[in-house]
T-cell receptor, first 111, second 110 residues
């Protein structure tokens, strides 16, 4: 089944404790993106990648890192999480120029 | 900077009503405009529009693009409570992934 998977789906952590949210797609898509969604602010892009080893900042990259060592994986790393990073995170992938397929979301709470 | 603006931000209607949601954009190198529906989980794809004036339909939902006015509308006829969701508009411009609007929250009450 074609899909984008994210793990974990829910995470509660404390300020400063490094964490990684994994994202994997099995559709051989070139593009992958990370978004955060907050009430009243919509979906905001954090980072995106147009191919292996190619990543770019989106609208709100501060406090996040990504890597794209393989086409299928695009992990999101929070080196030192803070409460303002409490949010709902979505990973998405797409073939070039077409609709994005979203993962199920990761709800992160930073205390 | 690329921008997508949706209106209204929020809408409450009764079952059976028809609604029109708006999306306007300012982007360089427009490629396509997409509509998504988001209920309590990830957004799901509805339509992709690339050409002006050609209506796309799926059941009670339809959408059309006006490239001259840099806008699109999403129509839902005979609304049902199951249509309650956030409707997201996004634009694909050139080599970067999608730029999203903030969404329209539609609530359909019985």
């Amino acid at each position: 089944e074609a899909q984008v998977t994210q793990n974990p789906r829910y995470l509660i952590t404390v300020t400063g404790k490094k964490l990684t949210v994994t994202c994997s797609q099995n559709m051989n898509h070139e593009y992958m993106s990370w978004y955060r969604q907050d009430p009243g602010l919509g979906l905001r892009q954090i980072y995106y990648s147009m191919n292996v080893e190619v990543t770019d900042k989106g609208d709100v990259p501060e406090g996040y890192k990504v890597s794209r060592k393989e086409k299928r994986n695009f992990p999101l790393i929070l080196e030192s999480p803070s409460p303002n990073q409490t949010s709902l995170y979505f990973c998405a992938s797409s073939p070039r120029g077409f609709e994005q397929f979203f993962g199920p979301g990761t709800r992160l709470t930073v205390l | 900077e690329d921008k997508v603006v949706q209106s209204p931000l929020s809408l409450v209607v009764h079952e059976g009503d028809t609604v029109t949601l708006n999306c306007s954009y300012e982007v360089t190198n427009f490629r396509s405009l997409l509509w998504y529906k988001q209920e309590k989980k990830a957004p799901t794809f509805l339509f992709m529009l690339t050409s002006s004036g050609i209506e796309k339909k799926s059941g009670r939902l339809s959408s059309i693009l006006d490239k001259k006015e840099l806008s699109s509308i999403l129509n839902i006829t005979a609304t049902q409570t199951g249509d309650s969701a956030i409707y997201l508009c996004a634009v694909n411009s050139g080599n970067t992934p999608l730029v999203f609007g903030k969404g329209t929250r539609l609530s359909v009450i019985a």
